[in-house]
């Protein structure tokens, strides 16, 4: 079986909104929860367990993930950095266009899909 992309714009299951708000828990020594919660109606919708992440400035975040590794060239730095923009803009581009038509399973079920 031969797996694809897919994605899907969250909606709260109660109301439908796509209107949603994340609260982001931060305990030490644990991944930072992410509560998903619908901004119209309050609705529970998601919670998840982040294991990375990347802010609407990417160098900051390709920055970050580099504090944790040693680089031995500046060139292979740069590199990397370019990599890591080019690949989250392709795809954040390849999710906008998947959940442009909606996707009528579950989250839950496309995470089972994938792994």
Same mark, same amino acid.
């Given at each position: %079986?031969?797996?694809?992309?897919?994605?899907?714009?969250?909606?709260?299951?109660?109301?439908?909104?796509?209107?949603?708000?994340?609260? &982001?828990? &931060?305990?030490?020594?644990?991944?930072?929860?992410?509560? &998903?919660?619908?901004?119209?109606?309050?609705?529970?919708?998601?919670?998840?367990?982040?294991?990375?992440?990347?802010?609407?400035?990417?160098?900051?975040?390709?920055?970050?993930? %580099?504090?944790?590794? +040693?680089?031995?060239?500046?060139?292979?730095?740069?590199?990397?950095?370019?990599?890591?923009?080019?690949?989250?803009?392709? /795809?954040?581009?390849?999710? +906008?266009?998947?959940?442009?038509?909606?996707?009528?399973? /579950?989250?839950?079920?496309?995470?089972?899909?994938?792994?």
């Amino acid at each position: %079986m031969v797996l694809s992309p897919k994605s899907k714009l969250e909606s709260c299951p109660v109301c439908e909104s796509a209107k949603l708000n994340n609260r &982001v828990l &931060v305990k030490p020594g644990e991944d930072p929860q992410i509560f &998903v919660e619908c901004a119209s109606c309050e609705a529970f919708v998601a919670r998840y367990l982040l294991k990375s992440y990347t802010c609407e400035d990417p160098y900051r975040s390709f920055l970050r993930q %580099m504090r944790q590794q +040693r680089m031995s060239s500046g060139a292979l730095t740069r590199e990397r950095q370019r990599e890591f923009e080019d690949r989250l803009a392709e /795809d954040l581009a390849l999710a +906008r266009e998947l959940s442009s038509s909606p996707e009528e399973k /579950d989250l839950e079920d496309l995470f089972e899909e994938s792994s």
